[in-house]
């Protein structure tokens, strides 16, 4: 029983990854085929690794179902696919925002590359990731999008996306420090840890 409960789980959270993903397109795309600003199509590019990585990735020794965890996990998840198109003026013209965004594109993407089918959606323990961005802070990740999602706020700086930022950036942190719970009892990530004390910005937090 507890094993079909884990893969259904598993199922529907990739189910609900693909179709969320299947509505963040057709706002953005629709977007880019009427404006051609080309922001969010980084972003776009950056979650459809979210899906490819839910599909392949490796089975956990560990898992944090906790109710915090699984509500700081669907906060996180779930806020880009909040994000939506305006025909306001953004603060900055396309090519500022564009530009911020693929910085913040290419730092998730080196780290979702990094972190290969250890990539996983709530927090739990499928392998300790020393290389690549993680030598510079423990979740680059997130830190990546942080910046696609401050740039796309400065595109379309419209009040309901001003709230989606304000949520995604205390459910990112708090979920970092969920997942470094469940990866304290890992004497590799312990010594990992050692080595690397940034959780999301060098010299900050």
Known sequence: MAI??????DLAARITVASLFTLLSINLLGDFLRTGHVTGLFLLASEFLVVVLTITRRPA?????SLGAT???AISIVTPYLFRTSDDQGVFVDAVTAGISTVGVIIVIAGKLSIGRSFGIVPANRGVVVRGP??????????GYLIAYAA?????????????LACACPAFIVRALVEERVLSGDLTYRAYCERVSWHLVPGVF
């Open 4 to 9: 079909r409960r884990e893969v259904a789980t």
């Open 134 to 143: 993680y030598l510079l802070v423990r979740h680059p990740i997130y830190t």
């Open 152 to 164: 796309f706020v400065l595109a379309h700086p419209t009040g309901w996306n001003l709230l989606v």
């Open 71 to 73: 509500v700081v996990t």
């Open 61 to 65: 020794t560990l898992v944090d179902r």
